[in-house]
Antibody, heavy 118, light 108 residues
Framework: QVQLVESGGGLVKPGGSLRLSCASS????????MSWIRQVPGKGLEWVSY????????NDAESVRGRFTISRDNAKSSLYLQMNSLRVEDTAVYYC???????????WGQGILVTVSS | ELVLTQSPGTLSLSPGERATLSCRAS???????LAWYQQKPGQAPRLLIH???SRATGIPDRFSGSGSGTDFTLTINRLEPEDFAVYYC?????????FGPGTKVDIK
């Protein structure tokens, strides 16, 4: 069974930085596109960023473009999200997910809370 | 920019009833890139349907998806107690992803 486990969340001040990690197991990580999705507690889902299987292509939502950077290390079966210039409105639970061929998210991590507050 | 609208916002039903959830796109989209998710409180979303009618692994056959163009439907036949949750539709246009705002199915 595919396992995705996020880490690195926590409390950070506005303007600060944080790096999220997502460790995977039980699937061939290097074959999959991967993505980050976030959810403000009690609200809906928002796609954040995604990366191709070989890291040659990435794309980000407009709300985070220029501030967040997605990356991956296939040798370590790990996905990352470097978050800079954090804003209060970036407060959310962040999920990593694998991306199926049709652009659907077929496996999800349990999520990690990022709180941006002074 | 694509907008997905889901209706109703909340659907109040009893176990055993049928739930019909709608997802409408602001422009015609490829049905092969439309998916549905279920999310329960405190849990990550779970893929139910993709493409728009293929059930994900382990999803019971009481869940079905249909639609094309701008109108898509998730149907849950004979609601079980564990089906009361929030449901999201989602589309991929080849470079970005869009989620609908969700429909909450709660117990009447």
């Amino acid at each position: 069974q595919v396992q995705l486990v996020e880490s690195g969340g926590g409390l950070v001040k506005p303007g600060g930085s944080l790096r999220l990690s997502c460790a995977s197991s039980a699937f061939t990580f290097s074959d999959y596109y991967m993505s980050w999705i976030r959810q403000v507690p009690g609200k809906g889902l928002e796609w954040v960023s995604y990366i191709s299987s070989d890291a040659s292509y990435t794309n980000d939502a407009e709300s985070v473009r220029g501030r967040f950077t997605i990356s991956r290390d296939n040798a370590k079966s790990s996905l990352y999200l470097q978050m800079n210039s954090l804003r209060v409105e970036d407060t959310a639970v962040y999920y990593c997910a694998s991306v199926g061929v049709g652009g659907y998210f077929d496996s999800w991590g349990q999520g990690i809370l990022v709180t941006v507050s002074s | 920019e694509l907008v997905l609208t889901q209706s109703p916002g909340t659907l109040s039903l009893s176990p055993g009833e049928r739930a019909t959830l709608s997802c409408r796109a602001s422009q015609s989209v490829s049905s092969s890139s439309l998916a549905w998710y279920q999310q329960k409180p405190g849990q990550a979303p779970r893929l139910l349907i993709h493409g728009p009618s293929s059930r994900a692994t382990g999803i019971p056959d009481r869940f079905s998806g249909s639609g094309s163009g701008t109108d898509f439907t998730l149907t849950i036949n004979r609601l079980e107690p564990e089906d009361f949750a929030v449901y999201y539709c989602q589309h991929y246009d080849g470079s970005s992803f869009t989620f609908g705002p969700g429909t909450k199915v709660d117990i009447k």
